[in-house]
């Protein structure tokens, strides 16, 4: 009876995991075995090296991020200043952005029943298809021109706006032909005071994007 039993649990026994040549060959040439784990000694180095190369890192990353930031947001403004030359042109109504640069807000607002942008006068006959708030962006992304020397408007001329933003009743239009109805600039800098400027140059719809690189606009 008790050879029986013991056959039968040899027979169901599972067979041991058959190392590979490669393995055999590896653990003879005094190679780690494939079973071994990892040694305290082993793990604290790897976490060392992994600690020195996050405090190297952070200051670039930290020094980095304010920038992006700063360029995603005026890369947002331009792209916003496209929509909606393209809208006007569209649907056939005018189309403003509004600058709230005390609140650090701008919205793109169309035209109602009248197909006109009318503001103050009819608000409730406008549109407002997007609001955008800078503070979203972190890094003190605001209005403003920061260390830039000069505006972008003209090299010889050192004069900005006050609150960032050039346009009268901060203010920049598209009719439906897609004509810029005026001229004018806005600035965003941030924390790091660096500075990029998003404009409609000339009444011919053109929009333009430039950063300050610490000697002129580009």
């Known amino acids: 009876m008790a050879c029986c039993l013991s056959q039968l649990f040899s ?3 599972l067979p041991r995991k058959k190392t590979t040549r490669f393995q055999r060959d590896w653990q003879r040439k005094g190679g780690i075995s494939f079973q071994d784990g990892f040694s305290l000694l082993e793990l604290m180095t790897v976490i060392s ?5 996050v405090t190297i890192a952070s200051p670039i ?10 360029k995603h947001a005026a890369l947002d403004l331009f792209a916003n200043y496209q929509r909606a ?6 649907n056939g109504v005018e189309v403003a952005l509004v600058f709230e640069p005390e609140a650090g807000v701008y919205r793109l607002i169309s035209g109602g029943a009248d197909r006109r942008y009318n503001g103050t006068a009819h608000p409730n006959d406008d549109i407002v298809t997007q609001t955008v708030r800078l503070s979203e962006y972190g890094s003190g ?8 020397l000069k505006n ?3 090299a010889a001329s050192s004069e900005f706006p006050s609150d960032g933003v050039s346009y009268n009743d901060n203010v920049a239009k598209f009719n439906a032909e897609g ?5 004018g600039y806005v600035y965003l800098t941030n924390c790091r005071r660096k500075a990029f400027a998003v404009a409609t140059p000339t009444m011919a719809g053109a929009i333009r994007l430039l950063m300050w690189n610490g000697l002129e606009w580009q």
């Open 141 to 148: 992304v605001k209005f403003g021109h920061g260390d830039a």
């Open 152 to 154: 972008a408007t003209t």
């Open 61 to 70: 990353y930290l020094s980095w991020l304010p920038r992006y930031r700063l």
């Open 11 to 13: 027979f169901c026994r």
């Open 179 to 183: 004509i810029s109805n005026v001229k």
């Open 85 to 90: 030359r393209m809208l006007a042109i569209r």
């Open 49 to 53: 090296i992994i600690a020195i190369a």
